[in-house]
């Protein structure tokens, strides 16, 4: 079973740039498709981006299109989360996932990892 660890959560002010990475323990990651989420505090697990197994496909929430980007080294076994020009709506924990499919839904996604605070200051 593969296992994920986020890293490069922190706090930021408004405008600013984070990298989230999600390092895999498979070296089946490139079977996977990614996807990220985020929670915020008293709010439901929502979707960010996704990614497909070969990286040439992506998916993103409409409050993120345009300033996130989502991109996998399938030889590191890393995805990342590029996140541009962040607001202060963009706090929350972040969590990535694998999952068989491009998907936007927490339940199309079998595994995850433990979560990285990103706060973002105004």
């Known amino acids: 079973q593969v296992q994920l660890v986020e890293s490069g959560g922190g706090l930021v002010q408004a405008g600013g740039s984070l990298r989230l990475s999600c390092a895999a323990s498979s070296r089946t990651f490139s079977f996977y498709a990614m996807g990220w989420f985020r929670q915020a505090p008293g709010k439901e697990r929502e979707f960010v981006a996704a990614?497909?197994?070969?990286?040439?496909?992506?998916a993103y929430a409409d409050s993120v299109k345009g300033r996130f980007t989502v991109s996998r080294d399938n030889a590191k076994n890393t995805v990342y989360l590029q996140m541009s020009s962040l607001k202060p709506d963009d706090t929350a924990v972040y969590y990535c996932a694998a999952g068989a499919l491009v998907q936007t839904t927490i339940e199309a996604y079998h595994r995850w990892g433990q979560g990285t605070q990103v706060t973002v200051s105004s």
């Open positions: 990614i497909d197994r070969s990286g040439s496909n992506t």
